[in-house]
C-alpha cells in the first residue's frame, strides 16, 4: 500500500523537482527474480531508485532505519517498512546476517527483485569502495539469479551525507547494466575465494558504469580512518591555537612587564632630578 502511494507520489514530485534521468532501464527484466546491485552515494538513492523502476525492488537496508529513537527515527522507520526493506544488523551478529540472506532468497524465490548496497554503506566521499562478500553473493550463487549492476549518479550532489534539506538544481540519473550470470558457481556460496570473485566482478561493472574512483578497502574502515583523521586534525589545530594563545599570553606578560620597568624608571628619574 504505501510503496504504491509513494510510487503514486513520491515519483512524480522526484521528477518534477530533479528530472532524473535513467540509461538501461531495458535490462531489468519485465518478470522474474534479479538481483540489483548498486553503488551507494546517499540515503536519496533510496528514493530515485524505486521511484525510477517500474518494478517493486526489495532492498536491505540496516537496521539502524528501523529503530533509530524521536521523531524522525520513527519516520524513517515508517518509509522502510511501508515499502517493504528488509533490515540487516550490520553489528558484527552473524545470526542477524544469516536471517537477512535467508529474507533476501525468499524475495528471489517469490520471483521479485531484491536489491542490495554491495559496499554495505553509503560512500564518504563519491568513491567506489571494496564491496562485501556476503548477502550479494551468497545469494546469487544460492537462487541462480542474475545480478544487475546499477550506478546511482550525482546522488550525493543532491544530498551529501549527514544533510537533511535536498539540494535543488542537481539532475541526478542512474545507470542500468547488463545482468550478470553467475549460474556457473551454483552451490558454492560457502567457498569464500569464489563469493569474492564475485563480488569484485559486479564491483568492476559498476565502476565501469559510474565512472567512480575505485578504492580497494572496506567503506566503513574508510569512514573509520576519515573519522580518526578528523579527530587527530582537530587535536592538532586546538594544540596550535593553545600555542598561539600562550605566546600570545607570554607576549602580552612580557610587554606588560616591560612598561612597568619604564614606568618605574620614568619615576626614579623624575624623583632624581
Known amino acids: 500500500m504505501f510503496y504504491r502511494l509513494m510510487k503514486?507520489?513520491?515519483?512524480?514530485?522526484?521528477?518534477?523537482?530533479?528530472?532524473?534521468w535513467i540509461e538501461g532501464a531495458d535490462n531489468i527484466p519485465d518478470d522474474g527474480p534479479a538481483i540489483i546491485a548498486s553503488?551507494?552515494?546517499?540515503?536519496?538513492?533510496?528514493?530515485?531508485?524505486?521511484?525510477?523502476?517500474k518494478r517493486r525492488v526489495t532492498f536491505i537496508a540496516k537496521a539502524e532505519y528501523f529503530n533509530t529513537p524521536g521523531l524522525k527515527g520513527k519516520l524513517t522507520a515508517a518509509f522502510f517498512k511501508g515499502v517493504g526493506q528488509l533490515p540487516v544488523d550490520r553489528s558484527g551478529v552473524r545470526g542477524a546476517g544469516e536471517a537477512a540472506i535467508r529474507s533476501a532468497v525468499a524475495v528471489i524465490e517469490r520471483g521479485e527483485l531484491f536489491g542490495v548496497y554491495p559496499e554495505g554503506t553509503r560512500s564518504p566521499d563519491g568513491k567506489l569502495y571494496r564491496g562485501k562478500v556476503g548477502g550479494l553473493a551468497r545469494v546469487a550463487l544460492a537462487t541462480g539469479a542474475p545480478v544487475i549492476p546499477v550506478a546511482m549518479i550525482d546522488t550525493e550532489k543532491v544530498q551529501p551525507p549527514g544533510q537533511v534539506v535536498p539540494n535543488f538544481g542537481v539532475r541526478p540519473g542512474i545507470r542500468i547494466g547488463r545482468p550478470l550470470d553467475f549460474s556457473r558457481y551454483h552451490g558454492m556460496e560457502n567457498d569464500r575465494f569464489i563469493?569474492?570473485?564475485?563480488?569484485?566482478e559486479v564491483m568492476y561493472e559498476i565502476m565501469?558504469?559510474?565512472?567512480q574512483e575505485y578504492v580497494d578497502i572496506y567503506a566503513t574502515a574508510a569512514k573509520r580512518q576519515m573519522a580518526e583523521d578528523k579527530k587527530r586534525s582537530d587535536a592538532e589545530r586546538k594544540a596550535e591555537q593553545k600555542?598561539?594563545?600562550?605566546?600570545?599570553?607570554?607576549?602580552?606578560?612580557?610587554?606588560?612587564?616591560?612598561?612597568?620597568?619604564?614606568?618605574?624608571?620614568?619615576?626614579?628619574?623624575?624623583?632624581?632630578?
Open 8 to 20: 503514486m507520489i513520491v515519483a512524480p514530485l522526484l521528477r518534477i523537482f530533479f528530472r532524473p
Open 39 to 53: 553503488n551507494h552515494l546517499s540515503f536519496s538513492d533510496s528514493f530515485f531508485l524505486p521511484a525510477l523502476m
Open 195 to 200: 563469493l569474492r570473485s564475485v563480488t569484485d
Open 208 to 211: 565501469r558504469l559510474s565512472g
Open 243 to 273: 600555542a598561539v594563545k600562550a605566546q600570545q599570553e607570554a607576549e602580552k606578560k612580557a610587554a606588560e612587564a616591560e612598561a612597568a620597568a619604564l614606568a618605574e624608571k620614568d619615576q626614579k628619574d623624575t624623583t632624581a632630578e
